[in-house]
């Protein structure tokens, strides 16, 4: 698929042009693959089946683009080729025959049937790492051997995961259905949830460049993309997506020229996308008008005040504060009040954002950063060998390879 | 479609149900009594059932031979099933609204009647 073909050209212009189609190739696959697996889904009722139909699609198109070039109406093409393929595939089964005469040409009105899509993945009788696995693999298109070295894990766990899935939408009568007024609220925040495990993921363990990996920062951003499209009133949408551009945006200062992890505090904010963060910023204020606030939005929010500090120091403490407090009545979690904890040290000071952050210590010792931030606030304090020891206890409890190089470096 | 709906509960579930007094007792029967009443229709057979330790299993063994008769439930350790319900709903989110409706508490499996095609 996308990403893994390369042409060999001394003068490098067939690469080019070959890059050219990729990159429009793989535009038309993502934004056609959820639109047909959704309608497949439908008429076949059938996880399976639809997926194998749209792969196969997908598959022929790759091969025949980059020499008769991408069609006019590139949609319908697969639509086409993908009905043509669901009919020989299912041709000894007549229920499926009798239902695929009933799938049109290319229906405009498919929006729905995205949707659909997008909640019955990520539907809550199904285990929270099965609806990523089955959202990243119907509604993104992504193939089990992207999927599974997205996470790290081998081919034959997903494949597994992702027919124990099927498996029980169809066994355990989950209906293909998108959910009702009374239930949208909580069916809504589980597919949020999936959009914003699958950024962390990507976000998390994008360790220097490995252009053989899915970047699943992209999929993540375009899930809520087309989500802020098909729901554009559900304030806690838009609050995702201005969270994940507004991370995104200025991604290309994580990383130092070394591969290593550099604090926000150093990060060259030259580097950051001004035109992005001021575009997501905006979203935030258009959720907020919206007057349904939420934990996307007001983590948004909070993003927003770091990433539109021109410096370090002009970042607006007292608001990321007030931020935190909100946030902490939405999401009661420990975590959560450690964050607030480093707010509060930079409005009122270490000495009592430390009280806060030991009140923490028995939900939280098993927890890197919360010892990492104890040992940030020691250092602060002068209490140096205090502040080692809490490092070393970070050490222990990441096996993430920047962050672990970023406290080795501290110990040295 | 047809689903059973498992009553089960664990030692808390069922510490807290013996501390009800008479009157939480009571009303605790009633609530229930007005579920079964609410759902008629899409219910068929439901029993509660005699606590766990009045159970008798007759284990066969993987080798063969005889299969050999225990005292006691086959799930051992703290949870339990107290009584069961076979629904005809359209659907799983059908099933899971009754399931979340329950009066009584503890956990409620549900779990697809297999249908012979």
């Known amino acids: 698929m996308a990403g893994t073909r390369h042409r060999g050209d001394p003068t490098g212009h067939v690469d080019a042009v070959a890059a050219a189609t990729e990159t429009a190739v793989a535009a038309v696959f993502r934004a056609e693959t959820a639109r047909l697996t959704a309608a497949l889904v439908r008429v076949l009722g059938d996880f399976a089946v639809a997926e194998e139909v749209v792969q196969d699609a997908l598959l022929v198109a790759w091969e025949r683009w ?99 899935a099927r498996r029980k939408i169809a066994t355990a009568g989950i209906p293909y259905r998108a959910p009702d007024v009374d ?57 995702l997506l201005a969270l994940i551009r507004l991370h995104r945006a200025r991604v290309r200062s994580r990383f130092d020229a070394r591969g290593r992890l550099v ?119 002068g209490r140096a060998a205090d502040a080692r020891r809490a490092d070393a206890d970070a050490l222990g409890l990441t096996g993430n390879p920047a962050e672990r190089a970023l406290l080795e470096q501290r110990l040295a | 479609m047809k689903f059973v709906l498992l009553f089960c509960g664990n030692d808390e579930d069922a510490a807290a149900f013996a501390a009800l007094s008479e009157a939480e007792l009571a009303e605790r029967y009633q609530e229930v009594g007005a579920w079964f009443a609410r759902h008629r229709a899409s219910i068929g057979g439901t029993n509660q059932l005699q606590a766990p330790d009045t159970a008798t299993c007759v284990r066969f063994g993987t080798v063969g031979g005889p299969a050999v008769v225990t005292d006691g439930p086959f799930m051992e350790g703290k949870e339990q099933i107290g009584g069961y319900a076979e629904i005809d709903v359209a659907d799983l989110d059908e099933a899971l609204e009754m399931a979340r409706t329950w009066p009584g508490r503890g956990t409620v499996e549900i779990r697809p009647v297999m249908s012979m095609r």
């Open chain 1, 66 to 164: 980059p020499v008769d070039g991408v069609p006019d109406n590139p949609a319908g093409w697969l639509w086409t080729v993908a009905r043509r393929r669901a009919v020989d595939l299912t041709r000894r089964n007549a229920r499926y025959t009798e239902k695929l005469a009933l799938l049109v040409a290319s229906p405009a009105d498919a929006d729905d049937d995205r949707l659909t899509l997008l909640f019955t993945c990520c539907h809550p009788a199904l285990a929270h790492e099965a609806q990523v696995a089955l959202t990243l693999r119907t509604v993104c298109g992504l193939t089990t051997a992207q999927i599974a070295s997205a996470f790290l894990v081998s081919e034959s766990a997903i494949v597994q995961r992702l027919t124990r």
């Open chain 1, 263 to 381: 604090l926000l505090a150093d990060q060259d904010r030259s580097q950051w996308d001004r035109p992005a963060i001021t575009a997501a910023a905006d979203l935030v204020v258009r959720a907020s008008r919206m007057r349904r606030p939420g934990p996307y939005q007001i983590q948004a929010a909070i993003v927003a005040c770091h990433a539109e500090a021109t410096t370090w120091a002009d970042t607006d403490w007292p608001q990321i504060l007030l931020l935190y407090d909100a946030l902490a009545t939405h999401l009661p979690t420990p975590v959560v009040r450690l964050h607030r904890a480093i707010a509060l040290a930079h409005v009122v000071g270490p000495a009592a954002a430390l009280t806060e952050v030991d009140g923490l210590a028995a939900a939280l010792h098993g927890f890197h950063l919360f010892h990492a931030t104890r040992a940030q606030l020691l250092r602060e304090l």
């Open chain 1, 183 to 239: 239930h949208l609220a909580e069916r809504l925040a589980a597919v949020l949830s999936v959009v914003y495990l699958t950024f962390n993921e990507g976000y998390l363990t994008s360790v220097g460049d490995d252009p053989q990996r899915r970047d699943l920062t992209d999929d993540a951003e375009w899930l809520a993309a087309m989500l802020a499209d098909l729901m554009p009133t559900e304030p806690e949408v838009l609050g």
